[in-house]
């Protein structure tokens, strides 16, 4: 990772770590079909309405900032993206899938229901278009499904599952269900496996990343 040089206008695109999977099966399922955009590295609060040289210079401090090279790590990266909402939206639209990290043992199942606040002036609502969910790393699951969207892309990714080892695995769907993996050896020698889920709102572009802690039962 490094900087750019904000002198200039630089687009510096790259593949996401899912894009890479798939560009590396070589079956034809790798298609560029969306891109996102985010200001991470921007802090708002430097805004100055109130400098003493006038308008051309409130968002100086902001304009100076350094900018960041793009780089894969969707837990780092693109954390805040740039959405489009309706005009007069007073409020950003956040997820709320009632928990703030999970722990399952080996074997347990987990329905998860996601909810959109603070969107289409409503206090909660389920997006029409659904969720996208990714979990980093699918081997610790046994079923990971997205339910609720019934379109032929959805139903495609939510039977892909990348084959390898740390590989992650997306879904679509207005519920996600979820099973802890029974196999022991993925354990080694430690007690518990660690991952993510990250959930994305089709429609409102809102984002909730959550820790998964997968406890071992079976001796």
Do not use: C, W
């Not at 009632?98 to 969107?119: C, E, H, M, R």
């Amino acid at each position: 990772m490094g900087y750019l040089n904000n002198a200039v206008v630089t687009v510096d695109a790259i593949l996401t770590d899912k894009g890479r999977e798939l560009l590396a099966r070589g079956d034809g399922s790798f298609r560029i079909t969306q891109f996102g955009l985010s200001d991470d590295e921007i802090d708002y609060s430097l805004y100055n309405p109130t400098h003493a040289s006038g308008s051309a210079f409130y968002g100086q401090a902001l304009e100076n900032m350094p900018v960041l090279e793009a780089f894969p790590v969707t837990t780092q990266n693109l954390r805040y993206k740039l959405v489009t909402l309706p005009r007069g939206t007073g409020k950003m639209p956040v997820l709320d899938i009632g928990f703030t990290q999970i722990t399952l043992k080996q074997g347990a199942s987990l329905a998860i229901t996601p909810q959109t606040l603070n969107y289409l002036g409503a206090n909660q609502v389920f997006e029409s278009n659904g969720y996208t969910a990714v979990i980093a790393d699918i081997r610790t699951m046994s079923t990971f499904t997205g339910t609720g969207i019934q379109t032929a892309a959805s139903t495609n990714l939510n039977q892909t599952t990348t084959l390898g080892t740390n590989v992650s695995k997306t879904v679509v769907g207005t519920s996600l269900n979820l099973t802890a993996t029974t196999i022991n050896t993925l354990f080694g020698t430690q007690t518990e496996l660690n991952t993510t889920i990250q959930i994305v709102g089709r429609d409102s572009g809102a984002r909730i990343t959550v820790p998964i802690k997968i406890v071992k039962t079976n001796i």
